[in-house]
């Protein structure tokens, strides 16, 4: 919609357009992004196969590079800042994180007392 | 070559759904025949079928979600009746027919009614109210509408061709799982969810992206009516929420057809987890449902007493207090399952919390009232009606979040009377309410009061006999989805919540007798204002029905209740006012997008029902290039020029103006 009377707030950009940046400097972004995107996917997977570091602590870096990597998708492809034309995007992302949040950490802790509390029958035979 | 599908499929024993299904294919055959004999074809395809105004596009849900009540209500019938002589005996309808019914009564209201009808409503009007032309993605909201349609058609399909679920609407396994439910039935059910899923998860994305993006001059947050705030927050949660159910269905999907052990008994699956993740997009749902009913009363019971709505502010806080607090309670759902007392008394203590803001806005609708001149319209009607009954609702389920009450309740015939108590005195009043007050907008006419009114009175009187007994016979002991039943005690109630049905069968007749009275009396009952209630708010600033652009200017809002003002301060002097120069406007062109995509996905949901694999790429690869060709279009406006929009705007103007003159002079 072209003509479309926009918000007094004026221009607040979606994801994904673009600020009136030269092409050079989009595509350096765009670069950057690619780059960090694949460095953390290739770390990812070669902490996975490995035995260089303490077993235990696998998972844990699996998630921070797997949180890592949202970060940059989200800063370099999707273009969420801080800055005043990104209110609504950043407003969305906090609302979708509040829910993931919930979601899933009621998950984890209604499962872990359904899984305590309700086991299969056999597991139930085991116990006793 | 056919996957599952053979003659088999076709229930030749039973009689009801074969001869249901004949009738309805020939009733169908018939208008279509007619409307090709009389040559609307062209003007049903250009102006309906590919349209992507988003006013068509909501009459378009909205009719959708009136034919499927009707048909959920045959099967509520059908089931009041059975429940009604199978006292000690097996009444006329054999258990797998039973429970088809009774899990397609419960899909087909809450997927294909409801959600369509409060869609449709909020499509229809809120970029009205907004002030704007269009919504944010015109061409998707088309996408959005076939899908859903898509999704109903197959679950109609189901009468006739195969079976669907027995599994309740929600398919818990492991009833749902491969084992107990070999048949189609379940994935009937499940490819209609995930298909229509889709499509409301597109509208969803674009009623947010409108209210956030689209709105005109002035029209900042806390301008906007309450229904745009309630859209605002019911399509968040449609957002935040359907991706939990399409993920669902689609582990159920991939345990039935890879071999998968999400919700198996065996090979480490849980099906608690599905209970789990299903009442994590369930109860938000019903949130979705009632959010936008709650704006549309707050619109109906402000122009209808007269004033401003009391407390606005604190309404939207209580809206989005819902929408976020909604995230919080859905193990409610699941007390008896056994997480254990402090799992449970938190999420008790959370339900019990919802009940606050809800508290808030009755009382705000209240003091709406309060002091007003009301007018007892058909919509305050249902808008009235609306509170008796929902307050009643809203206490019950307060009953059932207390834990040990629940223990006591759950799955008895107490929690069915609890949720059609919200969901129809809530949901559908306000669906009804919407109907009779937008129709106007709509269409340039009113429908006929006494008809509407007659039509009230009779399903809220039926209601209470429907479901009131439900109540009792609940407390009694009675659990919910009986095929037959040997206690003496529940028969009495049974007895007078059949005979509540045919009151309310007769509500539905009257509504359906007075769209027809009001069509044939089109030319008495015009509107020739665009502002039949004495309305506040922008819809009905514009002409009945609207034109394509809605606005020839973009209105300049400078206050809440943004036309109530205009009307009182600068009437006279707006209208007659030179206006500024008419200017040419762009407009989305049509697009047989929506339409032929839901066809194609119509041939593979089709197809991976009955596992007919080549039919699947087909209909997959029709979809996929749907969307390429139209992602390749060139140009997707035309221009309305400005002497068009002049002469659409001057008749509208005279019109009122002659009006004003003829109230001045009176
Ligand atoms: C004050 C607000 C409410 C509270 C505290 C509440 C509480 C509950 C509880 C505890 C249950 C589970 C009972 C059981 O299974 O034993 C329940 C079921 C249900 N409620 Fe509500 N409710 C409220 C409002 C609503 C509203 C507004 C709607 C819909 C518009 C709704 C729709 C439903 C549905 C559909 C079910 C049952 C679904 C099923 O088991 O098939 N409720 N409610
Ligand atoms: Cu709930």
């Known amino acids: ?128 | 070559m056919l996957g599952k599908l053979d003659w088999s499929a076709i229930p030749f024993d039973q009689p009801i759904p074969l001869i249901a299904g004949a009738v309805v294919l020939i009733a169908i055959l018939a208008v279509l025949i007619w409307v090709v004999v009389k040559g609307h074809l062209p003007y049903l395809w250009h102006e309906w079928i590919t349209s992507v105004d988003h006013k068509r596009i909501g009459v378009m849900y909205i009719l959708l979600a009136s034919v499927m009540l009707l048909r959920g209500g045959s099967d509520a019938i059908m089931m009041r009746i059975q429940q009604a002589v199978a006292y000690q005996s097996q009444g006329y309808l054999p258990p797998e027919h039973y429970n088809q019914i009774f899990s397609a009564h419960g899909t087909i209201m809450i997927f294909f009614v409801a959600m369509p009808f409060v869609i449709g409503l909020m499509n229809l009007v809120v970029p009205l109210q907004l002030g704007v032309r269009d919504v944010a993605f015109p061409t998707l909201n088309s996408v959005g509408f076939w899908l859903t349609a898509t999704g109903a058609l197959l679950v109609n399909l189901s009468l006739v061709i195969g079976e669907f679920a027995r599994t309740g609407w929600l398919a818990f396994p492991p009833l749902s799982g491969l084992s107990y439910s070999p048949g189609v039935g379940v994935d009937y059910y499940a490819w209609s969810l995930q298909i229509s899923g889709v499509g409301t998860l597109v509208a969803g994305i674009n009623l947010v992206t409108t209210v956030l993006k689209l709105r005109t001059k002035g029209m900042n947050y806390l301008r906007m009516p309450m229904f745009c705030w309630t859209t605002l927050a019911s399509n968040l949660l449609i957002v935040a929420a359907f991706p939990i159910l399409t993920a669902t269905l689609a582990m159920l999907l991939l345990d039935r057809y890879l071999g998968f052990h999400f919700f198996t008994n065996e090979a480490g699956g849980n099906v608690m987890m599905f209970m789990n993740l299903i009442w994590a997009w369930g109860h938000p749902e019903v949130y979705i449902l009632v959010l936008p009913a709650f704006g549309i009363f707050s619109e109906v019971v402000s122009t209808f007493s007269g004033k401003a709505l009391f407390g606005y502010r604190s309404m939207v806080l209580a809206t989005m207090a819902i929408c976020v607090v909604s995230f919080m309670v859905w193990l409610h759902h699941f007390f008896t399952m056994g997480a254990g007392p402090d799992v449970n008394a938190i999420f008790g203590i959370a339900s019990m919390i919802i009940a606050i803001p809800t508290g808030v806005k009755i009382y705000n609708w209240l003091f709406t009232m309060y002091g007003g001149r009301i007018r007892f319209a058909t919509p305050m009607l249902w808008s009235v009606g609306f509170m008796v009954t929902f307050i009643i609702g809203g206490l019950t389920g307060v009953l059932l979040a207390v834990p040990p009450a629940d223990f006591m309740l759950h799955n008895s015939m107490f929690l069915v009377a609890h949720f059609h108590n919200v969901i129809i005195g809530g949901v559908l009043f306000g669906a009804f309410a919407g109907f009779e007050y937008w129709f106007p907008k709509a269409f340039g006419f009113r429908l006929d009061e006494r008809w509407g009114k007659a039509g009230f009175w009779f399903t809220f009187l039926g209601f209470f006999i429907t479901f009131i007994p439900l109540y009792i016979a609940g407390m009694l002991g009675m659990t919910r989805r009986m095929q037959h039943y040997d206690v003496a005690a529940w028969r009495p109630w049974m007895i007078v919540a059949a005979a509540g049905m045919a009151v309310l069968t007769i509500g539905v007749i009257c509504q359906i007798v007075q769209l027809v009275v009001s069509i044939r009396n089109r030319e008495a009952l015009r509107d020739r204002t665009g502002d039949p209630w004495d309305g506040r708010s922008l819809e009905w600033a514009t002409s009945s029905p609207p034109p394509v652009f809605n606005f020839a200017f973009n209105p300049d809002v400078r206050g809440e209740d943004a036309y109530w003002h205009m009307k009182a301060h600068a009437q006279q002097q707006s209208l007659e006012r030179d206006r500024p120069e008419y200017q040419d406007i762009e407009m989305p062109r049509n697009s047989p997008t929506g339409f032929v995509c839901a066809f194609f996905a119509t041939i593979m949901g089709f197809a991976l029902i009955w596992h007919i694999w080549w039919m699947v790429i087909l209909g997959g690869l029709g979809a996929w290039a749907t969307f390429v060709v139209f992602a390749w279009r060139d140009h997707d406006e035309y221009v309305i020029p400005a002497e068009e929009v002049a002469a659409i705007d001057r008749v509208n103007l005279e019109e009122r103006r002659s009006l004003i003159s003829m109230a001045g002079a009176a």
Do not use: C, K
């Open chain 1, 1 to 128: 919609m072209s003509d479309q009377t926009h918000m007094p707030a004026g221009h607040d950009l979606a994801p994904g357009d673009e600020e009136q940046h030269s092409v050079g400097t989009r595509i350096l972004g765009y670069v950057v992004g690619l780059v960090l995107a694949l460095l953390l996917t290739a770390t990812s997977f070669f902490i996975a196969g490995t035995d260089l570091v303490w077993q235990p602590s696998i998972p844990v870096a699996l998630i921070v590079l797997a949180i890592a990597q949202m970060g940059v998708h989200l800063v370099f492809f999707l273009h969420i800042t801080t800055g005043p034309d990104n209110t609504n995007n950043v407003l969305a992302l906090a609302f979708g994180l509040l829910v993931v949040f919930l979601v899933v950490g009621g998950t984890v802790w209604i499962m872990a007392h359904l899984n305590a509390n309700m086991p299969p029958m056999d597991q139930i035979m085991m116990r006793q």
